[in-house]
């Protein structure tokens, strides 16, 4: 190889090392949501399928008349609570930018849209199609917003958040009613099905 070759060569080299070397030098800087664009996000969509399996799984195990079962006067029945989840699989990807659907009626700016849709009187194979159709909705919603930021701020019932807390918000209460629902399950004798 001429001189020439050699030079061309190692210089070429050296760029590459020094492109290399400010490109692992730049990537700590930058902010987590930069590096790994919401990761939390993933986890939270992947926590969300699987509460979505278990409740539409108890929702299908719960026997038609057992849907009008409460524990207690003034708190919601098993298919109230069903529809309650659907309600608000709606409603709260309203305040990250994704409206609910026409049909539903159920409005941001009006929480009494919501209380209409969960108390509307439905059949136990409504309830289940709402319940699966709105965790459809939920699903897209926050895949929707996977390009944003996590950091980037709305506005959820006139307070300040994040997006990020919007679906750690929104993933939490569907662990809240699923604990609800195993527990009005196992009051009606019916065993979760995962737990069999």
């Given at each position: 190889m001429d001189?020439?070759?050699?030079l ?10 020094v492109?290399l ?14 590096q790994?664009?919401n ?9 969300v ?8 799984g ?14 207690a ?14 309600a ?5 990807p ?14 941001g700016?009006a ?5 209409a ?8 194979a ?24 996590p ?13 990020q807390?919007?679906w ?17 399950a ?11």
């Open positions: 001189p020439d070759s050699v061309l060569l190692v210089t070429g080299m050296v760029a590459g090392v492109a070397a400010a490109l692992f030098a730049v990537v700590p800087c930058m902010p987590a949501a930069a790994q664009p990761s939390v996000l993933a986890d939270l969509l992947s926590d399928t699987e509460v979505e399996q278990k409740l539409v108890l929702a299908r195990a719960m026997p038609a008349e057992s849907f009008a079962w409460r524990p006067a003034g708190v919601r029945s098993v298919g109230e609570v069903f529809q309650h989840v659907a608000d699989n709606y409603l709260l309203i305040f990250a930018g994704t409206p609910a659907p026409a049909a539903t009626g159920i409005k700016d929480y009494a849209t919501v209380q849709y969960e108390t509307r009187t439905a059949d136990r409504t309830v289940i199609a709402d319940l699966e159709q709105s965790f459809a909705h939920l699903r897209a919603a926050m895949s929707a917003t996977a390009a944003r930021s950091a980037d701020t709305v506005t959820l019932f006139g307070e300040t958040r994040t997006l807390q919007v750690v918000l929104t993933t939490t209460h569907l662990h809240e009613h699923l604990g609800q629902s195993i527990a009005y196992r009051s009606n004798g019916v065993t979760p099905p995962w737990s069999r």
